[in-house]
């Protein structure tokens, strides 16, 4: 007799794929309709393995030191913060996992925090996603579109934001 799946389960085996960047189990703990909502657009999102398959291996390619902090939720939702670093600048990603009633992620929702973090990803993941959609071009000029937003963010971020906070 097989054990039920718990919505728990699922989300310890998510953790797990996540910190492990293990994309096959990434992938088992995902209905096979399964959505991601992105965390740059509500114009963008991928929608079943074969998309979330792309997303996932460019993601786990790009994200080091994942360190899985906080998991919190019930047998419908729960939610998943972890910390990590992109390309040199760290991060911190929260996913809202929805259950289905196989208790497999129906829709997974990302925020991702700071800002320069958050760019990083853009930069970093929308020219390999164009690339894995054998969309050569797109992945040129998403990489020069993107740069100027990078320079502006980390800049701003290490100039600009601090004149806004208390003085000490």
Do not use: W
Request: net charge positive; hydrophobic share 40%.
């Amino acid at each position: 007799m097989t054990a039920l799946r718990t919505t728990e389960a699922t989300t310890e085996q998510f953790c797990r794929a996540v910190q492990t960047q293990d994309v096959d189990l990434a992938m088992s703990t995902l209905a096979d309709d399964a959505v991601l909502r992105s965390p740059l657009t509500d114009r963008v999102r991928f929608t079943g393995h074969a998309e979330l398959r792309k997303l996932i291996e460019v993601a786990y390619g790009h994200l080091e030191n994942v360190s899985v902090h906080t998991e919190v939720g019930d047998e419908r939702t729960r939610v998943v913060v972890y910390t990590a670093r992109i390309r040199g600048v760290d991060m911190e990603e929260t996913a809202v996992l929805r259950f289905d009633d196989r208790a497999r992620i129906s829709e997974v929702t990302m925020f991702i925090r700071p800002l320069p973090g958050l760019v990083e990803v853009m930069g970093a993941f929308g020219p390999d996603i164009a690339r894995r959609n054998g969309r050569p071009g797109a992945a040129r000029l998403l990489s020069v579109l993107t740069k100027p937003l990078l320079a502006m963010v980390k800049s701003g971020d290490r100039f600009a934001v601090p004149l806004a906070g208390p003085k000490r």
